[in-house]
């Protein structure tokens, strides 16, 4: 009875960490590493799994998740949004200036490390909303070389 119940509660603990992974990459592998005591090739596996689910929900979301956007920007407003001269603000002239410099591979490069998953893949869904094959590939290629990183860092010591 008693070891069903611990099973239980690893099992919960587990779903956990993974979930809370897939929006949160560098939580996942000093976790698995020191608490699962998983070994280099196991953190690899399951931090590239939960960073791609994560991925892939926030991909399959992100459509609804920018109507939302816009329905509360419209709320907001009460009018509907008129076609107008775009206006330029600084964050977007960084945005346009980071796109047109690193691209997509520098928002998948940093979106495991400086971004969250979600963040990162929104940036990348709005602005190539056409590559979406492409955001997911890249951002697979980025969780794959971050996770061997961090699991090389995190095992080691």
């Not at 119940?5 to 992974?21: A, C, N, Q, R």
Request: charge should be positive; hydrophobic fraction near 50%.
């Amino acid at each position: 009875m008693f070891s069903v119940i611990l099973s239980k509660i690893v099992t919960i603990k587990f779903i956990s960490l993974f979930l809370s992974s897939a929006f949160k990459f560098l939580l996942f592998i000093p976790i698995a590493i020191q608490v699962f005591q998983f070994n280099f090739v196991e953190a690899i596996c399951f931090s590239m799994a939960a960073g791609m689910f994560g991925v892939m929900v926030t991909l399959y979301l992100s459509k609804y998740i920018f109507q939302g956007f816009d329905w509360i920007k419209h709320k907001i407003t009460g009018k509907r949004h008129k076609p107008k001269r775009k206006v330029f603000t600084p964050n977007k002239r960084r945005l346009v200036k980071f796109k047109a410099t690193y691209g997509l591979i520098g928002i998948s490069l940093i979106t495991p490390t400086l971004l969250s998953i979600p963040v990162g893949t929104l940036i990348a869904a709005r602005l190539y909303r056409h590559d979406r094959r492409h955001v997911y590939m890249y951002m697979a290629g980025s969780l794959v070389i971050w996770s061997v990183i961090f699991s090389a860092i995190f095992t080691s010591f």
